[in-house]
T-cell receptor, first 110, second 115 residues
Framework: DAGVTQSPTHLIKTRGQHVTLRCSPISGHKSVSWYQQVLGQGPQFIFQYYEKEERGRGNFPDRFSARQFPNYSSELNVNALLLGDSALYLC?????????FGPGTRLTVT | AQSVTQLGSHVSVSEGALVLLRCNYSSSVPPYLFWYVQYPNQGLQLLLKYTTGATLVKGINGFEAEFKKSETSFHLTKPSAHMSDAAEYFCAANINQGGSEKLVFGKGTKLTVNP
């Protein structure tokens, strides 16, 4: 079975631009979460979606938004990019309290 | 607020030596606990988890962890380190809040294995 997939793998953007990251969960998983991992730190929770509804939101500004589609895939959008948004963005799908992570999208903001 | 603390950002051991990575959690209710491993430029791979029941949990690649409620700890061990164990390790707690479920991670411990 395919695991969690994310696209793109790497992305370079300029300050002020907008970015969209995509995630496909494991087949049958209805919950998707997003995490930001800054270099040298543990991942920080951004959002959780379940059945297309936002279930939880971490301490991130409104520039960060997400949505989940009927097929349970998800997008993370970040507007007005700042240098500090440079990070590895991880998507996880979950089942029975266990989260399965994708390989991540490495975002570099210059 | 719930938190996870990993003692030691870097741990260095010799090949064949015992690996001990420390994790403490802060929560009034013992959460589900996890250890993940991350190799360079990769995502997180689950090593093992504690939910309920047996407090000694065995995971992949010879790792195990013991949940100690009295010490609010969940330390990760492996009897004999292998070169392939060199990676970053994250301890995490599953926090359920108002219908949402999220992982709270420690800052990570980078394990170096010397030949």
């Amino acid at each position: 079975d395919a695991g969690v997939t994310q696209s793109p793998t790497h992305l370079i953007k300029t300050r002020g631009q907008h970015v969209t990251l995509r995630c496909s969960p494991i087949s049958g998983h209805k919950s998707v979460s997003w995490y930001q991992q800054v270099l040298g730190q543990g991942p920080q929770f951004i959002f959780q979606y379940y059945e297309k509804e936002e279930r939880g939101r971490g301490n991130f500004p409104d520039r960060f938004s997400a949505r989940q589609f009927p097929n349970y895939s998800s997008e993370l959008n970040v507007n007005a990019l700042l240098l500090g948004d440079s990070a590895l963005y991880l998507c996880a799908s979950s089942f029975a309290h266990e989260q399965y992570f994708g390989p991540g999208t490495r975002l570099t903001v210059t | 607020a719930q938190s996870v603390t990993q003692l030691g950002s870097h741990v260095s051991v010799s090949e064949g030596a015992l690996v001990l990575l420390r994790c403490n959690y802060s929560s009034s209710v013992p959460p589900y606990l996890f250890w993940y491993v991350q190799y360079p430029n990769q995502g997180l791979q689950l090593l093992l988890k504690y939910t309920t029941g047996a407090t000694l949990v065995k995971g992949i690649n010879g790792f195990e962890a013991e949940f100690k409620k009295s010490e609010t700890s969940f330390h990760l061990t492996k009897p004999s380190a292998h070169m392939s164990d060199a990676a970053e390790y994250f301890c995490a707690a599953n926090i359920n809040q108002g219908g949402s479920e999220k992982l709270v991670f420690g800052k990570g411990t980078k394990l170096t294995v010397n030949p």
